[in-house]
């Protein structure tokens, strides 16, 4: 089973940055393609991003486009998720997720990415984001 831990998380203020990272284990992440999810206080979990195994393929949801960028270090088995120009309506717990695509016929197997949650079967435990002044 994939392991997945998130760090990065913190209290910052309006406007500023922070990078998540989501570090796997147990396996190599180049087979696995990496969403990025949030859940806000009494709001339901949302998927904010997305990066396909080979790097290749990104999406992002509405909220985030143009202010946070997904990139990923095989090498490093690690996945980033840069957030710049926070908002207080970005507080939330951020987690990270994988799902295998190498099973897929190329090229999907390298471009595959989603924003449902049900698509991903290993979770990290979040990481809290917390923006204010």
């Known amino acids: 089973q994939l392991q997945l831990v998130e760090s990065g998380g913190d209290l910052v203020q309006p406007g500023g940055s922070l990078r998540l990272s989501c570090a796997a284990s147990?396996?190599?992440?180049?087979?696995?393609?990496i969403g990025w999810f949030r859940q806000a206080p009494g709001k339901e979990r949302e998927g904010v991003s997305c990066?396909?195994?080979?790097?290749?393929?990104?999406n992002y949801a509405d909220f985030v486009k143009g202010r946070f960028t997904v990139s990923r270090d095989n090498a490093k088995n690690t996945v980033y998720l840069q957030m710049n120009s926070l908002k207080p309506e970005d507080t939330a717990v951020y987690y990270c997720a994988g799902t295998y695509t190498n099973s897929l016929p190329p090229p999907y197997s390298g471009t595959w990415c989603s924003s449902r949650q049900v698509d991903f079967g290993s979770w990290g435990q979040g990481t809290q984001v917390t923006v204010s002044s």
């Open positions: 990066i396909s195994s080979n790097g290749g393929s990104t």
């Open positions: 147990g396996f190599t992440l180049d087979y696995y393609a």
